[in-house]
């Protein structure tokens, strides 16, 4: 168990339609880093935050967004679906978010769009 | 931007004996950090080890071990007495230190590994 925690785990919904991914990280780890991984464009880095403020930015989209709360738990909204969005979505959550931190991951939440 | 590379799509090895993936890395930075994931069947990603490029002892974690090359761009990973539990995708994954790692990990393509019985 890496102690970060993703809901809901499967979520299943149409094209057109927007969805929220919940992330909690580890505790006393302020990082938390978004990835999607699917099978042609393999895993990729989509956006992290620490301690509330977007830190970096990777390959994500503009209908996707995220945030950090001051609870530090992380959501990543998609929005405007399309079935390529079909993918598996890691939260990964480090103590500082600085570039000798492990990231550990979650357990992700596998999204479908029908 | 930097690219990571793992060769070896599917490798098969018979259990407890030792197996070594593969993977390079193309970077033109000198400061950076690389690591192996591992991924089973449950989808969890793993963290089995991991290397810092200005240390020039290779990182072992009990039957874990990685030969890391520098100038070669190479991070092999070689797993000892494999066992079944080893079955898994692996990745190979980079991060910069540059901007004091306001990135996130670069990811090859992985190795699918099978422990045959």
């Known amino acids: 168990d890496s102690g970060v925690t993703q809901t809901p785990k499967h979520l299943i919904t149409a094209t057109g339609q927007r969805v929220t991914l919940r992330c909690s990280p580890r505790s006393g780890d302020l990082s938390v880093y978004w990835y999607q991984q699917s099978l042609d464009q393999g895993l990729q880095f989509l956006i992290q935050y620490y301690n509330g403020e977007e830190r970096a930015k990777g390959n994500i989209l503009e209908r996707f967004s995220a945030q950090q709360f001051p609870d530090l738990h992380s959501e990543l909204n998609l929005s405007s679906l399309e079935l390529g969005d079909s993918a598996l979505y890691f939260c990964?959550?480090?103590?500082?978010?600085?570039?000798?931190?492990?990231?550990?991951f979650g357990d992700g939440t596998r999204l479908s769009i029908l | 931007a930097q690219t990571v590379t793992q060769s070896q799509p599917e490798m098969s090895v018979q259990e407890a004996e030792t197996v070594t993936l593969s993977c390079t890395y193309d970077t033109s930075e000198s400061d950076y950090y690389l690591f192996w994931y591992k991924q089973p069947p449950s989808r969890q990603m793993i963290l089995v080890i991991r290397q810092e490029a200005y240390k020039q002892q290779n990182a072992t974690e009990n039957r874990f071990s990685v030969n890391f090359q520098k100038a070669a761009k190479s991070f092999s990973l070689k797993i000892s007495d494999s066992q079944l539990g080893d079955a898994a995708m692996y990745f190979c994954?980079?991060?910069?230190?540059?901007?004091?790692?306001?990135?996130?990990?670069?990811f090859g393509k992985g190795t699918h590994l099978i422990i045959q019985p």
């Open positions: 994954a980079y991060r910069s230190a540059r901007g004091g790692g306001a990135d996130g990990l670069t």
């Open positions: 990964a959550s480090s103590s500082t978010g600085t570039w000798d931190q492990p990231q550990h």
